[in-house]
């Protein structure tokens, strides 16, 4: 409950919305190709990959902080429940505390005298600071949510990068962005328990379905 290093940034079920996110973006630039002449000159795709690129780094730069901003709310959270616990007025004012922070099944479950000797432990423990920091890890979290972000919607740019003819590239753009977001799917599924493939092949759709609206609004 004291202060301590926030939790894994590489959760699957909170970064499969980046994946998505930045794979629309990719492909809204992507496909502005196809819809443009049909004989796309490497100026065009220079410009298209410039722009790909830039707009996934600036939202992994956006990722990273917005994370940055989360690690002292959630450390706020845990500092605000152990002032409560330390200034309950008796010991089971102090055991309500604890069973507020377990799930409502868990909570259902134990009884005083299995959180009497956790509080007691509790009451052990060495005070935590006033108010929440970021600590190596917060930032070395931010790092990796970036590098997250960049890294997992860089695939589908590289044919362009690679090969010359702009049609083809596209084939093998697309097929690589269909790959990534059924991935993507597969994983939010197995960690939801959902059908990791029903889940995949929805994936697919949806993204395939928000690209289309992104595009069809001009973005």
């Not at 004989?39 to 830039?54: F, P």
């Not at 600071?129 to 979290?141: F, I, T």
């Amino acid at each position: 409950m004291p202060e301590q290093s926030s939790k894994r940034f590489l959760e699957t079920s909170e970064r499969v919305s980046e994946v998505l996110f930045g794979l629309i973006m990719v492909l809204t630039f992507t496909g502005s190709l196809s819809v443009s002449e049909a004989q796309a000159d490497r100026s065009e795709v220079r410009t298209m990959l410039i722009g790909a690129l830039g707009c996934n780094i600036a939202w992994g730069v956006i990722d990273g902080i917005l994370y940055l901003m989360g690690c002292p709310a959630e450390k706020g959270n845990r500092l605000r429940a152990w002032r409560a616990f330390k200034k309950a007025s008796a010991p089971e004012a102090a055991q309500q505390v604890l069973v507020e922070l377990l799930p409502p099944k868990m909570a259902e479950l134990v009884s005083a005298g299995d959180l009497e000797p956790v509080r007691k432990k509790l009451l052990l423990l060495p005070e935590p600071p006033r108010r929440p920091s970021l600590g190596k890890d917060e930032w070395l979290g931010a790092v990796g949510v970036f590098f997250w972000v960049f890294i997992t919607t860089f695939p589908v740019a590289i044919p362009f990068i690679f090969m010359h003819d702009v049609h083809q590239a596209m084939r093998v753009s697309n097929g690589i962005a269909i790959a990534l977001l059924f991935v993507t799917g597969y994983s939010f599924g197995r960690c939801s328990e959902y059908h990791p493939w029903l889940t995949g092949i929805a994936m697919v759709l949806l993204g395939s379905a928000l690209v289309g609206l992104t595009m069809a609004l001009g973005g």
